[in-house]
C-alpha cells in the first residue's frame, strides 16, 4: 500500500494506482518479444506504386481536399537540440584549443555554409568584440562554440530542433518549424485555403515556439496564400512513468516518487485530441529547403492518395455489411482485400460461421488507417516494417524496433537483418471511422509493446519504463499499409554537420 503523500502525487499527475501496479509489474516481468514472421519487402508488404498508379492516387488525393475535410500536419518537435552538438559540446570540456577530430575540422571549415552563421557572427562580435572568422584566425576556436552553445549567444545548446536555424534563402535563413509551415502550405492545404499545423513541444520552449510563429505566420501565409492554423501541446503529465531501482521497486529522491516523460508514445493521447479526417505525421529534423521539396510534396501526396483510395474501400465495405444486403462473393472480396491490400491474416477464418466471419471482418475494417512511407535500407538507424504474430493470433504489418525483437534467437535475427526497408517516420494517418466519428486512439494500443531502459540518477541505477512508441505499439491495433517512398524523402539532422550535406544547402 502507497502511502498518501505518494497517492497525492499520483491523483496529480492524473495516473491512477492500477497504472502504477502494472508499471511495477513490468519492471519486474519486461516485456514480450513480437514474434516476427517476415521482413515487409517488395514482395510481401510493402506497396511500390508504379508511375502508370501515379495519377489515380494524386487525383483520389486532390478530390478529397475539394471536399474541404480537416487535413492536420502534426509534428512531434519536443526533442532537445543538444545531441545535435554532443561532439561540440566535448570539444568544450576538452583540455584541447585546437579543432582536432574530423567533425570539427569540418566544422569550423565550413561554418560559413551553416544558415546560423550570420547571426552566430553578431554574437561574437558582441560579445567578444571579434567576428567569428577574427576568433579562429586567432585560435579561440571555444569562444566561437560557446557563442553558438550558451546562453550569452545563440543558445542552440538549449533549445529544441525546430527553433534551430536550418537552411539559408536570399530573403533569411528558416528554422526547422518555418520548414513544417512551408510543408504544410505545400501538401495539406484545403478547399478553404486553410493549414492547420499542430506541433507538440516541451513546456519551457513553448512560449518561444508561439512567439516565432507570431512573427513568422503572417509572412508564409501571404506567401502562399493559406490561412494557418497552428497550435501547440505538450505531452500530458498523466502519460509520464515511474521509475524503478535496481529492485524493481518504486525510485525515490528525497523519499519522493521519480516519474519520467513516457517517451514519444505518450503523444497518442495528442493525436486524439485532435478531430480531424486526416493527420500528416513526421519528426521536426526531416525538413530540406525549397530547392529540394519537390519530391516530398509529391510523395505526401501519392500516400494521402492511398489512404483515401483504400479508406474509401473500407467504408464501402462497412456500409455494406451494416445493410445486410452483401452477397458471400463479396463477404469473399472483403476478405480478400483484408489479406491481400492490408496484408491481414488469419488462419481461423476458414473455420468461422457466416455471423462470426462478418462480425471478425466488420471488426477489422472498423480501425483507424494508416500509411507509412518506407526507405531502402542504407544503413540509417531505427525500426523497421514487419509482419507480426498479434495477441489474437491474427498476422499484420507493424513497425517495429530492434528492442522488439528477440536478437538473440538467430531465426529472428536473420529475420531482422533480410530487412530491406526501414521506417523513416513519414506518416499519413485517417482518425474517423465510416461514420464520420473519430476513434479512440488509446483504445488501439498494444500496451506489452514498450520497453525499459537503464539509466543513472544521482549515482544509482535508475530503471526507466517507455510507453509503446507512437508509430509501434501505440499504434498496433491500426489497419497499416507500407508504401515505399524514396531516399531523397528522408534527409534528418541528427549531427550540426548533417546541414552542411548536399540536401541541405
Known amino acids: 500500500m502507497l502511502p498518501q503523500e505518494d497517492l497525492n502525487l499520483i491523483h496529480a499527475k492524473g495516473i491512477s494506482v492500477q497504472q502504477i501496479d502494472e508499471q511495477l509489474d513490468y519492471f519486474k516481468k519486461g516485456f514480450p518479444f513480437l514474434p516476427v514472421i517476415a521482413s515487409a519487402s517488395i514482395e510481401k508488404g510493402i506497396k511500390r506504386i508504379a508511375e502508370d498508379e501515379q495519377a489515380i492516387y494524386l487525383d483520389a488525393w486532390f478530390a478529397y481536399l475539394e471536399q474541404n475535410k480537416e487535413i492536420v500536419k502534426f509534428v512531434p518537435a519536443s526533442g532537445a537540440a543538444s545531441r545535435m552538438f554532443k561532439d561540440l559540446f566535448e570539444f568544450l570540456s576538452s ?103 499542430h506541433f507538440t513541444v516541451s513546456p519551457e520552449h513553448r512560449a518561444l515556439f508561439e512567439a516565432l510563429t507570431l512573427e513568422k505566420m503572417p509572412e508564409y501565409a501571404q506567401k502562399f496564400g493559406v490561412v494557418y492554423q497552428v497550435d501547440f501541446s505538450e505531452q500530458k503529465s498523466s502519460t ?85 444486403k452483401y452477397t458471400q462473393e463479396q463477404l469473399l472480396e472483403m476478405l480478400y482485400f483484408l489479406q491481400d491490400k492490408l496484408c491481414i491474416k488469419n488462419p481461423e477464418t476458414k473455420n468461422l460461421e457466416d455471423v462470426e466471419l462478418v462480425l471478425y471482418i466488420k471488426s477489422k475494417l472498423n480501425r483507424p488507417l494508416r500509411v507509412c512511407g518506407m526507405v531502402r535500407n542504407a544503413g540509417e ?87 509503446p512508441g507512437l508509430w509501434n505499439g501505440a499504434m498496433s491495433d491500426w489497419n497499416t499499409v507500407f508504401v515505399e517512398v524514396p531516399i531523397e524523402t528522408f534527409n534528418p539532422v541528427k549531427t550540426v554537420n548533417d546541414l552542411l550535406r548536399p540536401e541541405h544547402q
Do not use: W
Open 381 to 467: 538507424p531505427g525500426g523497421g516494417p514487419f509482419l507480426t504474430v498479434n495477441s489474437d493470433q491474427t498476422v499484420s504489418l507493424q513497425v517495429l524496433e530492434s528492442s522488439q525483437i528477440d536478437l538473440k534467437n538467430p531465426e529472428m535475427k536473420a529475420l531482422f537483418e533480410q530487412g530491406t526497408h526501414f521506417n523513416p517516420v513519414d506518416l499519413v494517418c485517417a482518425l474517423k471511422n465510416y461514420k464520420g466519428e473519430k476513434f479512440d486512439l488509446p483504445q488501439y494500443v498494444d500496451k506489452n509493446t514498450g520497453f525499459i531502459s537503464l539509466k543513472s540518477k544521482s549515482g544509482r541505477e535508475l530503471k526507466a519504463l517507455e510507453l
Open 240 to 324: 509520464d512513468t515511474l521509475a524503478a531501482d535496481s529492485e524493481n521497486q518504486p525510485f525515490r529522491e528525497n523519499g519522493k516518487l521519480v516519474f519520467r516523460p513516457g517517451g514519444h508514445g505518450a503523444l497518442i493521447e495528442n493525436l486524439n485530441d485532435i478531430a480531424a479526417d486526416v493527420v500528416f505525421i513526421k519528426n521536426i529534423d526531416n525538413v530540406v529547403p525549397d530547392s529540394f521539396k519537390a519530391v516530398t510534396v509529391r510523395y505526401k501526396q501519392l500516400i494521402a492518395g492511398v489512404l483515401v483510395n483504400y479508406q474509401q474501400q473500407l467504408f464501402e465495405y462497412l456500409h455494406l455489411i451494416d445493410s445486410g
Open 95 to 197: 583540455d584541447r584549443t585546437f579543432p582536432e577530430t574530423s567533425f570539427e575540422k569540418t566544422f569550423f571549415d565550413k561554418i560559413h555554409d551553416f544558415a546560423f552563421y550570420e547571426t552566430l557572427d553578431k554574437y561574437c562580435i558582441s560579445n567578444e568584440g571579434k567576428s567569428a572568422d577574427q576568433l579562429i584566425a586567432s585560435g579561440s576556436y571555444k569562444s566561437v562554440v560557446e557563442n553558438l552553445l550558451s546562453a550569452k549567444g545563440l543558445n542552440y545548446g538549449q533549445l529544441p530542433k525546430g527553433l534551430i536555424l536550418f537552411h539559408s534563402y536570399p530573403e533569411g535563413p528558416r528554422t526547422a518549424m518555418e520548414e513544417h509551415l512551408v510543408e504544410g502550405a505545400l501538401y495539406a492545404c484545403n478547399q478553404s485555403r486553410q493549414v492547420n499545423v
